[in-house]
């Protein structure tokens, strides 16, 4: 109003008569009969992380989605379109997917999503940022990590808002244990005899009588002389 900045863009609408009001536009569009409301929605956020068989060695991936909770996403056709739920996306895809949603246009191909925070509450009570990740034009996010000490770790995802939604988060719970001390590999004794080894035994014992008979005679010869 003061600077003359675009706030609502109405392609696919013609409109009768408008009503502005808490940062909302309220309008009858005549193609369709119906009112809509432009302005600001609510969003969600939700978070995962694996449960079992972290360390601190062991890289994860934490998940999630960032959803548009608007009350037209209630609608019977917007819900079956899009039974997952309805993704937020940019502030620069928001006009022409609004239209693809709501009056049947085709969609746009180029959607982008919207920046996600990761967070991390650690087991020494210490809240850190570990990073940020976009959400696909699906609603989906991804981001991988690896817990740097050992214990229970929360997990935050964030979403910071836009001109288009309203902020949210979530947030979810692992254990990070320590990483585990491999043992050093023994290689056991064999105690197997084998037929050459006999055979070495037997020899040296043949040889060894030998030695005694004839040690034995030598003194017997001795005697007699």
């Not at 982008?112 to 850190?128: A, F, H, K, Q, W």
């Amino acid at each position: 109003m003061t600077d003359g900045t675009l706030v609502w863009k109405e392609l696919q609408t013609s409109v009768t008569s408008s009503i502005i009001a808490y940062g909302k536009l309220v309008t009858l569009n005549a193609y369709d009969n119906q009112l809509y409301c432009f302005g600001k929605g609510p969003s969600q956020t939700t978070v995962s992380a694996p449960s079992v068989g972290v360390t601190t060695s062991t890289p994860i991936t934490i998940t999630g989605t960032i959803t548009d909770v608007s009350p037209g996403t209630q609608q019977q056709l917007v819900a079956s379109n899009f039974p997952n739920g309805l993704p937020c996306v940019s502030d620069e895809s928001e006009s022409l997917f609004m239209e693809a949603v709501y009056q049947q246009q085709p969609m746009y191909s180029n959607m982008t999503g919207v920046p996600i925070t990761i967070s991390v509450v650690d087991s020494n009570n210490n809240l850190r940022e570990i990073g940020t990740t976009t959400s696909d034009p699906m609603g989906n996010f991804g981001f991988t990590w690896t817990p740097d000490i050992a214990g229970n770790y929360q997990v935050i995802a964030s979403f910071k808002g836009s001109n288009s939604y309203y902020p949210s988060s979530s947030s979810t719970y692992f254990f990070a244990g320590e990483t585990p001390t491999i043992a050093p590999t023994v290689t056991p004794v064999s105690n197997v005899v084998t037929t050459s080894d006999l055979m070495t035994y037997l020899a040296a014992g043949v040889i060894a009588i030998i030695i005694a008979i004839a040690i034995v005679g030598l003194l017997l010869f001795r005697k007699h002389a």
